[in-house]
């Protein structure tokens, strides 16, 4: 569900017409609805209330400090994997007992800061990246708080890019690794377990494969604590779906009561690391139609955004429904709708039946609050869209567009190449 909807033929995002902040920051412009990112949070979090649980929204999703500072006052904790994404966290006022930090790559520097910031957790990766951990937090004389991804080897049912818990995938430690490694953990002068984690993959449209890889949590679990270790947290990483065309992905309440079901012997604190479904649905892409041209067999329609702005459709091939910001009646017809990249595999959608289109019309690609504007990029020296958020009637820029001095700014030509 969201918050952009028609009124008399215009699309509206809550109660701002889209075309009010067009002619205010132009296009494109990413345009996100704190109303249906609240309400996203909630429903998400009251889902677990009958546990003890905290939701750490996945930064990655969409990090933009505003949206962060949303979800802080709604009580969220962060899930991290970069200390970039350390900094808008604490910025953004989110307790640092709140954040944990994920990903394969931790560098030193990066576990230093996260460390001095006094965050609740690591979920380490790899054997190697726990003795490192030791390392930096002996250099602090303190105690390394930690979980260990395990990589339960259950199939999420989701694009490849995005699958994470297969043992084909470069995430987690094997199950008899991860409690050999726990065993030599206990009573460690600089690290102290006190979580399981596991992550499986993201835009997960069923349960099953959340339940499968909590079963093998569970006796992972049972065998930890029978060390004497006492385990506190049980993460269940993030992954649950959304709709962007015709998919059924459970509700939050369904998703919460069948992991509950399967935890509750464990009496564990849930964490959770939702990132699309909390912000996937609460923003789009608003784009205007350069040109539109027809080669006699196929019809293009340019747009003035590109895959250096949402590089989703071009990387997994996703569908993200397409809208006139105006309804427009009359006939339909079959196109490409394409950025103006050089490049083929820039496109938003292909054959794609919409309202016949000319050139100024605005149109909404849906469903890009998730993994949009975080995976922009530069690419044909493009400055990246404004970031827009609309609360209520009102609606601010949280992002400015770039400029051409942004874009050169951090470049320099040696002093000699006169
Ligand atoms: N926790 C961990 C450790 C993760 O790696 C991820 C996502 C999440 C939580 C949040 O997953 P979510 O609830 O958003 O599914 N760029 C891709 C998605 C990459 C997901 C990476 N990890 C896309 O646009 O579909």
């Not at 709604?74 to 640092?96: H, Q, Y």
């Not at 995938?169 to 008899?176: A, D, L, T, V």
């Not at 050999?180 to 009573?187: H, N, V």
């Not at 399967?262 to 564990?268: F, V």
Request: net charge negative; proline share 6%; charged share 25%.
């Amino acid at each position: 569900m969201h918050y952009f909807q028609y009124k008399n033929g215009e699309l509206f995002c809550e109660e701002v017409p889209v075309k009010e902040i067009v002619s205010s920051v132009g296009t494109p412009v990413y345009i996100y609805s704190a109303r249906t990112i609240s309400r996203h949070f909630r429903v998400f979090d009251e889902a677990f209330s009958g546990v003890s649980h905290l939701v750490c929204y996945s930064v990655k999703a969409n990090s933009n400090v505003a949206i962060l500072r949303l979800l802080a006052r709604l009580g969220a904790g962060a899930d991290i994997v970069s200390g970039g994404e350390l900094a808008r966290a604490l910025k953004a006022g989110i307790p640092a007992d709140k954040i944990v930090f994920s990903g394969v790559g931790k560098t030193p520097e990066e576990m230093k800061a996260a460390l001095e910031a006094g965050i609740l957790m690591f979920n380490v990766e790899s054997l190697d990246e726990l003795e490192v951990l030791s390392e930096v937090a002996s250099s602090l004389g303190k105690r390394a708080p930690f979980a260990l991804r395990v990589n339960p080897n259950v199939d999420p049912k989701t694009h490849p890019y995005i699958t994470t818990g297969l043992k084909k995938n470069k995430f987690g430690i094997p199950e008899e690794q991860a409690i050999e490694a726990y065993k030599k953990t206990k009573d460690h002068p600089f690290l102290y377990p006190i979580g399981l984690d596991a992550h499986i993959g993201s835009q997960l449209t069923s349960v099953s494969p959340f339940v499968d890889a909590l079963k093998r949590l569970k006796a992972i679990w049972e065998e930890v604590i029978s060390f004497g270790i006492e385990l506190k947290y049980l993460d269940m990483g993030g992954g649950l779906g959304i709709v962007y065309r015709d998919e059924e992905p459970p509700p939050p309440k369904e998703y919460a009561e069948a992991l509950i079901r399967e935890a509750k012997e464990l009496s564990a604190t849930l964490i959770l690391e939702p990132g699309r479904v909390i912000v996937g649905n609460a923003g789009v892409l608003i784009t205007k139609v350069l040109y539109t041209k027809e080669n006699g067999f196929k019809k293009f329609v340019i747009v003035d955004a590109a895959m250096n702005d949402l590089i989703r459709p071009s990387l997994y091939q996703a569908y993200h429904e397409i809208i006139p910001v105006e309804e427009k009646d009359g006939g339909k017809e079959v196109v490409d709708v394409v950025g103006p990249i050089c490049e083929s595999g820039d496109f938003f959608a292909r054959e794609r039946k919409l309202p016949v289109l000319k050139r100024g019309d605005l149109l909404a690609i849906m469903s890009a609050g998730a993994y949009g504007f975080v995976m922009s990029s530069n690419y044909n020296s493009r400055l990246r869209p404004p970031e827009v958020l609309v609360d209520g009637d009102k609606f601010y820029v949280i992002r400015r567009r770039e400029s051409i001095f942004d874009l050169l700014a951090l470049e320099s030509i040696p002093v000699n190449y006169v």
